[in-house]
């Protein structure tokens, strides 16, 4: 039962960041807000994010992972249900802002939880990336399920959905029996003493530049979708457009489940996950620089490439970072390096609405290409250490 706990954690961690995007195409009218302030709710989610990390891994380390698992799910559907019923921009962020509580408490519990009880506790990359195709399969399901339910009903019920599916699993949380946590009472000072690690610090960077491009794709899939179809296909019905936009992040889910299948098979993913990193991303940074070029007719297929592309990075980084350290202390690190990750989801997907507003979506990803360079620099380094 501790497998369906952590695998339904970063299910509902993937439900968690792709909710705002999936929902986009009918928040922002419903809010009467623009790209720049949707990038400000991106952006205030990720800060709460990134403090939450924090204090989740050290949460962990010191109580276990079944109190942060049911605290995860109730929180996430409380906030998916808060943002079903909200009408104003301000009743929208304060939602977004817990969320972030939420979203860290499944990502840490589920992350720290799957290298520990998938494998035997061996070959932790591998066992990460099998884990987390159902991170992508909450990419998938939710843009997915909301688009269906868009097309029936009304966007306060099509949300409540997602509030009641994320949290069933509080019942499967609540009857695991669940792996000691044999780091005991960390002392917090020897939680802020991982910094002083440099493998901690790289691990950091590379999430910084990896998160930076799945957030933004997470959240200005649908809108970019949006923007070129209605360009290329002026007479669509609107609600036709906002369909297909919603069902291409279902597309990069897929193909980031795919992905990360087929890494889960690499028996030395742990000891070359460098090199497995720097190769994704160049071939990400070349996907992304034909989504800048081309029409709504190439769209599907680069954002599946990209879904391949982007596969095994995280999991991977983690993994190979855990195999640098004892199991311990796998939630503090995991905080640690998480937390300075979501500084490229706090900077980038605004700085992308900010670009978008006085000009397109389309052109705004050119931001993530110097993060593709900068991804493959620190993974090099992180694989040296």
């Not at 901690?200 to 200005?220: H, P």
């Not at 609107?238 to 919603?246: E, I, S």
């Not at 069902?247 to 993913?269: E, K, T």
Request: aromatic share 10%; charged share 10%.
């Amino acid at each position: 039962m501790e497998k369906v706990v952590a695998l339904l954690c970063v299910f509902g961690l993937g439900m968690c960041f792709t909710l705002l995007g999936s929902i986009s195409v009918k928040l922002m009218p419903r809010l009467k807000i623009h790209q720049g302030k949707f990038g400000t709710l991106i952006s205030s989610f990720m800060v709460m994010c990134l403090v939450a990390s924090l204090i989740m891994g050290w949460a962990v380390d010191k109580m276990g992972y079944k109190p942060v698992a049911i605290f995860g799910f109730v929180v996430t559907a409380v906030c998916i249900f808060a943002l079903s019923r909200g009408t104003t921009y301000r009743a929208a962020m304060i939602p977004c802002l817990v969320l972030g509580f939420g979203a860290m408490a499944l990502n840490t519990a589920g992350n720290t939880l799957i290298p520990v009880v998938l494998f035997g506790g061996q070959n932790t990359a591998a066992a990460l990336n099998l884990g987390n195709v159902f991170f992508g399969l909450g990419l998938f399901l939710t843009p997915l399920i909301v688009s269906f339910l868009f097309r029936k009903t009304t966007y306060e019920k099509a949300v409540s959905a997602l509030a009641v599916i994320a949290l069933i699993p509080v019942v499967f949380a609540l009857i695991a029996k669940y792996p000691d946590v044999k780091a005991g009472f960390l002392p917090f000072r020897d939680v802020v003493g991982l910094l002083s690690k440099p493998a901690v610090l790289v691990a950091g960077l590379v999430l910084f530049c990896y998160i930076a491009l799945e957030s933004s794709f997470c959240n200005w899939i649908a809108p970019y979708g949006k923007e070129i179809i209605t360009k290329d296909f002026p007479d669509m019905a609107g609600d036709v457009a906002d369909a297909a936009a919603q069902r291409m992040l279902s597309v990069f889910a897929v193909a980031m489940m795919v992905g990360r299948l087929i890494a889960s098979q690499i028996q030395f993913i742990t000891t070359r996950g460098d090199l497995i990193i720097a190769g994704a991303a160049l071939v990400a940074g070349l996907i992304i620089l034909a989504m800048t070029k081309s029409g709504a007719i190439w769209t599907s297929a680069l954002i599946a490439c990209a879904g391949l592309a982007f596969a095994p990075c995280f999991p991977t980084t983690v993994g190979v970072t855990f195999a640098k350290f004892e199991p311990a202390v796998y939630g503090s690190v995991f905080g640690i390096i998480f937390a300075i990750g979501l500084l490229g989801a706090v900077i980038v997907p605004k700085a992308i609405g900010n670009y978008a507003k006085g000009s397109s979506v389309k052109r705004g990803l050119k931001l993530l290409i110097p993060a593709c360079i900068l991804l493959i620099v620190f993974a090099l380094i992180l694989g040296r250490l």
